[in-house]
T-cell receptor, first 116, second 114 residues
Framework: ETGVTQSPTHLIKTRGQQVTLRCSSQ?????VSWYQQALGQGPQFIFQ???????GRGNFPPRFSGLQFPNYSSELNVNALELDDSALYLC???????????????FGPGTRLTVL | AQSVTQLGSHVSVSEGALVLLRCNYS??????LFWYVQYPNQGLQLLLK??????LVKGINGFEAEFKKSETSFHLTKPSAHMSDAAEYFC????????????FGTGTKLQVIP
């Protein structure tokens, strides 16, 4: 069973640029959540995708967007990068986001984004 | 609305001593509660979770936590600290519903002194 993988591991961008981060969910999982973890902080929920549809969103501006593909892998896109976007971006996959309760979320190792 | 407060951003214990990491939550609906551990430059690993049923939850690596509704707490304990327990620990809250928004605390860094 393959765990959650993320790419790239590290990325350096300049202010105003755009970035795409990628996540492959654990086999059999149909839900992907993205989190931003600033230095010294806990992860902050960005959004969640369930069966290719955005299923919930945290307090992040529209320049944070995402996609989920038929194989349940996912992308996080950030436009017009700002210095404060520098953080560790974590992806987590889980089995179902329905009303049956909370499926355990399995986290990837994260992508460290630095904005200069 | 839901939130988590972790008391103490840094906790130091001696090897073999009791580990106690504190977590208080706020939730307008019955909560689901989690403890995660994060080692340097790694993602988060689930230690244990409470959803329903028994309020004392046992997790991996000898950790356990007790859900106390009256105190809105979910403190993490381990009877005897090991050097390998040095890491950052995050308490988190969620609830049943249409999507699984998980709200994390700010974390507690555990230092284990030999």
């Amino acid at each position: 069973e393959t765990g959650v993988t993320q790419s790239p591991t590290h990325l350096i961008k300049t202010r105003g640029q755009q970035v795409t981060l990628r996540c492959s969910s654990q086999s059999g999982h149909n839900t992907v959540s993205w989190y931003q973890q600033a230095l010294g902080q806990g992860p902050q929920f960005i959004f969640q995708y369930y069966r290719e549809e955005e299923n919930g969103r945290g307090n992040f501006p529209p320049r944070f967007s995402g996609l989920q593909f038929p194989n349940y892998s996912s992308e996080l896109n950030v436009n017009a990068l700002e210095l404060d976007d520098s953080a560790l971006y974590l992806c987590a996959s889980s089995l179902e986001a329905g009303t049956s309760g909370v499926g355990e979320q399995f986290f990837g190792p994260g992508t460290r984004l630095t904005v200069l | 609305a839901q939130s988590v407060t972790q008391l103490g951003s840094h906790v130091s214990v001696s090897e073999g001593a009791l580990v106690l990491l504190r977590c208080n939550y706020s939730s307008s609906v019955p909560p689901y509660l989690f403890w995660y551990v994060q080692y340097p430059n790694q993602g988060l690993q689930l230690l244990l979770k409470y959803t329903t049923g028994a309020t004392l939850v046992k997790g991996i690596n000898g950790f356990e936590a007790e859900f106390k509704k009256s105190e809105t707490s979910f403190h993490l304990t381990k009877p005897s600290a090991h050097m390998s327990d040095a890491a950052e620990y995050f308490c988190a809250v969620s609830h049943s519903g249409g999507y699984q928004k998980v709200t994390f605390g700010t974390g507690t860094k555990l230092q284990v002194i030999p």
